[in-house]
């Protein structure tokens, strides 16, 4: 039987802190993309930029599927 190490308040504090911060800096990363890809990606015709961006998307996804496998 595992044995569970017990997280003092602090620490606790802690990880939810770096839990936070990580997701906050995920999400801004995001946000900055996509409102490069508004402005530089085609901005006059949404379509093509949409479309253009799943396929963009479907490629790499596609082509770092090895890289997925290995890292689950």
């Known amino acids: 039987m595992v044995k569970e190490k017990r997280l003092s ?3 606790h504090l802690q990880k939810v802190f770096f839990t ?3 997701a906050f800096a995920i999400v801004s990363f995001w946000r900055g993309v996509w409102g490069l890809m508004d ?3 085609f901005p006059e015709n949404l379509f ?3 479309s253009l961006s799943v396929l963009i998307g479907i490629v ?3 082509s770092t599927k090895n ?3 290995n890292l689950i």
């Open 9 to 11: 308040g602090k620490e």
């Open 39 to 41: 402005l530089y990606l």
């Open 48 to 50: 093509l930029s949409f």
């Open 60 to 62: 790499l996804l596609y």
């Open 20 to 22: 936070v911060l990580m």
């Open 67 to 69: 890289l997925v496998r």
